[in-house]
């Protein structure tokens, strides 16, 4: 078993930043790929990005690509999403995920671990 908790959500205007922190416990972190997905009301998770879990291999949403970044702290058991610029559109529940070693995927399906969500709000 993996927890994952997130944290680091809120409310920043347009253009603002905010990073995004999941701790992890449980069997060892530095073993799966990490992702972060995000939902909005009446649509489906969606990926947003994700590292292997070595941290050198990772893949971003085409829709944030340029303005958010992630990167994984093996020795603090910690992945983290940093966003800038943010945009309305970006509004949503993000959630971190674990998932097995291998290709990083954009399918929720193959992550086993969850974490509850961060609330983002981007204001205009």
Do not use: H
């Not at 893949?59 to 944030?64: L, M």
Request: proline residues 3%.
């Amino acid at each position: 078993q993996v927890q994952l908790v997130e944290s680091g959500g809120g409310l920043v205007q347009a253009g603002g930043s905010l990073r995004l922190s999941c701790a992890a416990s449980g069997r060892t972190f530095s073993y799966y790929n990490m992702a972060w997905f995000r939902q909005s009301p009446g649509k489906e998770r969606e990926f947003v990005a994700g590292t292997s879990w070595g941290g050198d291999s990772t893949s971003n949403a085409g829709s944030v690509k340029g303005r958010f970044t992630i990167s994984r702290d093996n020795a603090k058991n910690t992945v983290y999403l940093q966003m800038n610029s943010l945009e309305p559109e970006d509004t949503a529940v993000y959630f971190c995920a674990a998932g097995m070693p291998g290709g990083i995927s954009r399918t929720p399906t193959r992550y086993d671990y969850w974490g509850q969500g961060t609330q983002v709000t981007v204001s205009s």
